[in-house]
């Protein structure tokens, strides 16, 4: 189950348009209960957003709105199925799928899976336990604990998600499967989480490596070293822009 990514896009627009309205909004869209034959689930549709999203606080985490919006989040209220839109209706098999179905007879998600509810803490742990029933590969993975770090803000519970990262992170540099944008962003994220939790020699040799790993240009097909928006990045970090005294003082998602 692969991730869309959407950082290689923002590398080529670094500078924010002026005079933009910074808003984003949705239009109201529906999807077929994969698991409750007849209804229907509340899944918005993107209507509108700028390239100012990628300048926004959870850029250090690599999550880009709207993707940490609650409309993000689509939710049946019958079966209690929520998803993001990439994965909503697709299963890898029967038996994924019927995992899903056995565990939504009994989870607790109350009332707060409608649509206009936000995101909390019990819809955070339903989404959490529907994706570990999808057997995501660890790219998804370690995206998800991204996300869930993101959506935790300066708690400390953030942190615990971030060493969960970490740990996916490192096994698959380790397992050298990586390449291109998931090397490149594996190594920023290695290298702000362990910035973050006060290993700031560890974190600046990861940094180093983004510099000098080359990989291929999906669109040229060139070779190309570095990656100046996660370069640019990992500067503000070291430079104490992503702490989270700074970050959330005046966040403007």
């Known amino acids: 189950m692969k991730h869309a990514k959407p950082f290689l896009i923002a590398a080529s627009i670094m500078a924010l348009s002026a ?26 549709m993107l209507a509108s957003y700028g390239d100012y999203v ?52 009994q989870a607790n998600y109350g009332p707060k899976i409608k649509g206009d509810a936000g995101i909390s803490e019990a819809l955070m742990q339903h989404l959490a336990k529907i994706y570990a029933l999808r057997d995501p590969d660890e790219v998804m993975q370690g995206y998800l604990m991204r996300y869930f770090a993101w959506q935790h803000k300066n708690k400390p519970a953030a942190d615990e998600y971030r060493k969960k990262a970490i740990d996916i992170y490192k096994k698959l540099l ?47 097909r060139e070779q190309k070293r570095g990656a100046p928006f996660l370069e640019n990045l990992a500067n503000e970090v070291m430079a104490g822009k992503a702490d989270d005294k700074v970050r959330f003082a005046n966040e403007p998602n």
């Open 19 to 44: 005079g933009v309205a910074y808003a984003i909004t949705f239009a109201p869209g529906t999807r077929v209960d994969p698991f409750a034959e007849g209804k229907t689930c509340d899944a918005p």
């Open 54 to 105: 990628y300048d926004w606080p959870s850029k250090y985490d690599l999550i880009f709105a709207p993707r940490d919006y609650p409309q993000w989040i689509w939710r049946c209220e019958t079966s209690g199925y929520v998803s993001f839109p990439h994965e909503f209706g697709a299963f890898a098999n029967d038996a994924e799928k019927a995992r899903i179905a056995a565990y939504l007879t």
């Open 174 to 220: 380790a397992a050298n499967t990586l390449k291109d944008a998931d090397l490149l962003e594996a190594l920023y994220i290695l290298g702000f989480y362990s910035w973050k939790l006060g290993h700031k020699d560890e974190a600046k040799t990861y940094f180093e490596q983004i510099k000098t790993t080359v990989t291929i240009d999906p669109k040229t």
